[in-house]
């Protein structure tokens, strides 16, 4: 090329508006005026001929904008412009992904990766596929190979994690999510997994730790201060136990956990009616919230709302028909109202299945004494005794030397 030529091009490139229009719209985006950025996006895009950074600004946009089919449209004009663009294909992928169209979103990938074999974000893009399909053996490798890629890659880290967590393993977890937050310390979602982890792991005290450097990175995370607040009330903090919950609550009100927890933190204090009221708002805001119906219900049994427990057991047996604690207590409703043979044939399967079950054993000794079957109240009552539970083991044997007497 001569001199002349690279003069001319090197004065184009100077003339060219293109590098301030985009300039002006990252600024504009970054300041959330979206509509001007687009504009400015827009205009750029009509004086670009061999490039197409705008485009590609556009449909970066449109995707965080959830527009998925315009950011499509826009990777699709980039490739067009500049075919081979390994970033479009990428793109394309990220907006089919959320559209719920996993497999072209992979088709899309597998093009990115023929392109830019090195690129950790398409190995990790990938792996978020795979996990979505429950294919974590696949998930695994990918992550593995974006790390391998590029070691500081934060959320290829967490995901592992994630995969180890949902396995049970929880050191190798640990370890995963501890590398994620080394890569990127503002990793909030790594800390609260890390306080997961050590609420499991029994460590109340490391996992409160964590969980309010987490919130104090990002203080309106609701699981961050709903998971803070389980560590501070197994710390028996429950004054600030029942502020964090509240504050997770203020952030996501669909959160039933949270308001489980509060009840069970009102329970303790003998706040009998607002631990009523927090069961109820559980079901409420979360409808398959399993551990909200059956609160729920044995407070309706505590008080004689036969009917209200009975239909708060339907709704459960709906959400989880194999609820063992939901026929504990539709068993223990079934002996208050004297339906003891009812009673017998739900809490006898309840046992075959989990004989640690304590409170089934309980009411199916109360079941057998209304009957008058005193040996087989009799082997509740051992039952109960041989697991150290003094107390219902206690009142099972008055109930069963009561009917022995009247014999």
């Known amino acids: ?48 001929t061999d490039t197409n950074q705008a485009v590609m600004r556009a449909g970066d946009l449109n995707l965080k904008l959830k527009r998925n089919d315009l950011a499509l449209k826009a990777f ?3 490739l067009e412009k500049v075919p081979g663009t390994a970033g479009a294909y990428v793109g394309m992928a990220k907006a089919y992904l959320a559209k719920g169209v996993e497999s072209t979103a992979l088709q899309s990938l597998a093009r990115a990766a023929k ?10 893009l990938q792996g978020l596929i795979h996990l979505r399909r429950k294919e974590n053996t696949e998930a695994m490798k990918r992550f593995s190979t974006a790390i391998r890629l590029r070691p500081r890659h934060s959320l290829a880290h967490l995901k592992r994690g994630d995969i180890l967590f ?8 640990l370890k995963a999510y501890t590398l994620a937050v080394a890569s990127d310390r503002s990793n909030v979602d790594a800390l609260v997994q890390i306080g997961r982890t050590y609420l499991l792991a029994k460590r109340p005290d490391k996992a409160s730790a964590t969980l309010a ?11 961050a201060l709903f998971y803070l607040g389980q560590a501070q009330y197994q710390l028996r903090r429950y004054e600030k136990a029942v502020v964090s919950l509240h504050s997770a609550l203020r952030y996501n009100r669909k959160l039933g956990r949270a308001y489980v927890l509060l009840g069970h933190i009102y329970e303790r204090n003998l706040m009998r009616d607002k631990a009523f009221d927090a069961y109820l708002r559980a079901v409420r805001s979360d409808t398959k919230y399993l551990d909200g119906y059956i609160h729920l219900a044995r407070m309706q049994l505590d008080r004689k709302q036969r009917r209200g427990a009975r239909r708060t057991l339907e709704k459960a047996l709906k959400i989880a028909p194999n609820c063992l604690g939901c026929r ?16 017998i044939k739900l809490l006898e399967r309840v046992v075959q299945k989990d004989y640690q079950n304590n409170e089934a054993h309980f009411f199916l ?3 057998y004494v209304g009957l008058g079957m005193i040996g087989k109240a009799t082997a509740e009552y051992n039952a109960l005794s041989l697991a150290n539970d003094l107390e219902r083991a206690g009142a099972l044997l008055k109930k069963i030397e009561k009917r022995s007497r009247r014999r």
């Open 1 to 48: 090329m001569s001199i002349f030529l690279l003069a001319s091009l090197g004065l184009a490139l100077a003339c060219s508006p293109v590098p301030e229009l985009l300039r002006r719209g990252d600024d504009l985006a970054a300041k959330g005026e979206h509509a001007e950025a687009m504009k400015l996006f827009v205009q750029a895009d009509k004086h670009e």
């Open 76 to 78: 699709e004009q980039a």
């Open 115 to 124: 392109l830019e074999p090195g690129n950790a974000d398409i190995q990790f």
């Open 166 to 173: 949902s396995d049970g393993k929880l050191k190798k977890a």
């Open 213 to 223: 450097k987490a919130v104090r990175l990002d203080r309106d995370n609701a699981w």
């Open 328 to 343: 504990v207590l539709l068993g223990r409703m079934y002996v208050n109202k004297r339906k003891y043979k009812r009673a």
């Open 365 to 367: 000794g109360q079941a």
